[in-house]
């Protein structure tokens, strides 16, 4: 898979369906998988970072997850076409998980947000085989390490904010040889516990989940910052 490469971080040009149609190629194979969301705010940290460049660079999947990708890849006349949101990647894994009878961990946020997290997800999907969940706020790693690999999981969902679940996912990724699927989804249990609302539709139709949540929360701005600069940067080709 040819990657396009912005500020020298690179993205997949895959839509949900093409990673989908990857991943279950590297399954079949045994192979293990990462998938890390990318969005302008990571790519200018990795500008400063090169720990967080590598570990993006390093994953199997960077999904387009910002608007600002998206922008990004169309004034350089690259292919990819839609985001891909880590929140609703999740929900992909899961639908193909359910389907595959492939079992899934649940590893991050607070007790109550994981438990309603996976409730909810459950009723839309009955025949989802949970292997186990774990809040954020574990300490004992090599404890919780033992217990996802005797869980049986084949795909686990780590949830601790960027970049902590991905460092998580390096550091565990050789211990859990059965897990073929790692993916760092942030606040995406919080969202699926329903305790933190998405953006209403018309937001996220023309990719403006910036716009409402910089009107919900003001304070946002100086990250937000990192869109206009970013997109300024591959504008004038910066590397
Ligand atoms: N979290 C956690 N353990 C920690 C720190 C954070 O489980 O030590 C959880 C937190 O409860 C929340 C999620 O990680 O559910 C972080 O979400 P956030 O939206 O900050 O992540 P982002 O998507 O911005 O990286």
Redesign the pocket.
């Known amino acids: 898979m040819v990657k396009e490469t912005y500020l020298g971080v690179d993205v997949s040009p895959l839509t949900y369906e093409g990673i989908i149609s990857e991943l279950q190629q590297k399954m079949a194979r045994n192979e293990q998988s990462t998938i890390i969301a990318v969005n302008p705010e990571k790519v200018i940290t990795a500008n400063r970072d090169s720990q967080v460049k590598s570990l993006i660079n390093e994953s199997t999947f960077q999904i387009p997850d910002g608007v600002g990708v998206l922008l990004a890849s169309k004034l350089k006349g690259g292919r990819i076409t839609s985001r891909v949101t880590?929140v609703d990647m999740m929900g992909k894994l899961l639908d193909f998980a359910a389907l595959e009878g492939h079992p899934v961990y649940f590893y991050?946020?607070?007790e109550e947000?994981v438990t309603k997290a996976i409730s909810e997800i459950q009723k839309d999907r009955p025949q989802l085989k949970v292997a186990g969940y774990t809040?954020?706020?574990e300490k004992d790693e090599s404890a919780l390490v033992q217990r996802i690999h005797e869980s049986g999981a084949k795909m686990l969902f780590v949830?601790?904010?960027?970049p902590?679940?991905e460092l998580w996912i390096k550091r565990n990724l050789a211990n859990l040889p059965n897990v073929l699927v790692f993916q760092g989804v942030?606040?995406s249990?919080?969202v699926f516990s329903g305790m933190v609302k998405r953006a209403p539709a018309f937001f996220r139709k023309f990719g403006l989940e910036w716009l409402y949540r910089l009107a919900s929360n003001p304070s946002r701005i100086k990250r937000q910052m990192n869109l206009p600069i970013f997109l300024w940067r591959v504008l004038i080709g910066k590397k």
């Open positions: 880590g991050g946020a607070k947000v809040n954020g706020y949830a601790l904010g960027s902590k679940q942030g606040g249990f919080d």
